[in-house]
């Protein structure tokens, strides 16, 4: 899985926020600002009314991102989750995706599978940071309302406050972050979809290259990404052109990245298939096209002499027809 974990200490970011001069973000300047208004003028109800109010904005704020974060992947997959649960893309729900996650022929998550994994994961995150950073922010306000003086708790005094206080509220904001982050082992960034995204809108304007197709089943196969730096000397991506045609070539046996670079260019697989077979299965979602032009060459092949991708695509086309028999 391309789950890279943020490694940034909690001083390298303190070190950040500082020499930014403390230049917050909107949310976190305004929930101190008015959580001093609440505990100076309400006191302590001011406090628990506020924060119960900013738990409630996080928790709507969070289920959105959450919503909005698993749409657009139902949206990458429409065509695949529709072949797997047997539904049309109009009906599809969000729901529909846990579906598709749990679709596993070989045993290995899918693309799917893993970027919900890491939405989840980062959910829990961010909930865990709002819920520390209320709670911290509360409590400093409360403080800060029976230890400063009537002058800085009105007119222009109070300004000078607040701002102090906005400043505060986004070290503590930070300070949450880093230990729901550090204590659930680093934020998840899973970018194998995001990459493949933008790689099926290029595919509908142009023809993809092997060397690009290559680039993204690495992300799903870190150990055949982590020979090639030992042999280089460098990532993939950092080699000239010349030398990464040599390492598909190389590779073809493994990867097959000329081999489903041909059918995508060809419109025989849809790119987003990319986000099962680089994890061994198949979504079974294939073209007619495909079906048509592959029997007599699927004809010649043994079971034990199958390569990797010519199992996948007898899998579909078995699959397929069936569903057309039913």
Do not use: C, W
């Amino acid at each position: 899985m391309d789950d890279k974990k943020q490694q940034d200490s909690y001083f390298s970011k303190l070190g950040n926020l500082l020499s930014n001069d403390l230049a917050v973000g909107f949310l976190q300047f305004l929930r101190g600002v008015v959580q001093l208004s609440a505990a100076a003028t309400f006191g302590m109800e001011g406090t628990v009314t506020a924060a119960a109010a900013f738990s409630g904005l996080t928790l709507f704020r969070s289920k959105h991102v959450e919503r909005q974060a698993k749409q657009n992947l139902l949206d990458l997959y429409s065509q695949e989750v529709s072949v797997i649960t047997s539904k049309p893309v109009s009906e599809l729900k969000i729901s529909d995706l846990e579906i598709a996650a749990r679709h596993r022929p070989d045993g290995k998550k899918n693309a799917i599978a893993l970027e919900l994994g890491a939405i989840d994961k980062n959910i829990k995150i961010g909930l865990a940071t709002s819920v520390i950073s209320i709670i911290g922010i509360a409590s400093l306000a409360t403080v800060a309302a029976n230890l400063l003086s009537t002058a800085l708790l009105t007119g222009a005094g109070y300004t000078i406050a607040a701002t102090a206080f906005g400043g505060v509220s986004k070290i503590i904001s930070m300070s949450a972050d880093h230990m729901a982050s550090s204590f659930n082992g680093g934020k998840a960034q899973y970018l194998f979809n995001a990459h493949l995204k933008e790689m099926a809108k290029q595919s509908q304007f142009r023809k993809l290259e092997p060397e690009q197709v290559f680039s993204l089943l690495l992300k799903a196969n870190p150990e055949i990404e982590k020979e090639i730096k030992s042999k280089y000397a460098k990532d993939y991506n950092a080699l000239p052109i010349a030398v990464k045609s040599t390492i598909v070539d190389s590779y073809e046996d493994k990867l097959s990245a000329k081999h489903l670079t041909g059918m995508i260019n060809r419109a025989e697989m849809n790119t987003q298939e990319l986000g099962f077979i680089a994890y061994g299965s198949s979504s079974g979602n294939i073209t007619k096209t495909s079906i048509q032009s592959e029997p007599a060459i699927m004809q010649n092949y043994n079971d034990s002499d199958l390569s990797h991708v010519a199992k996948l695509n007898k899998q579909r086309m078995q699959e397929a027809t069936s569903r057309a028999l039913h």
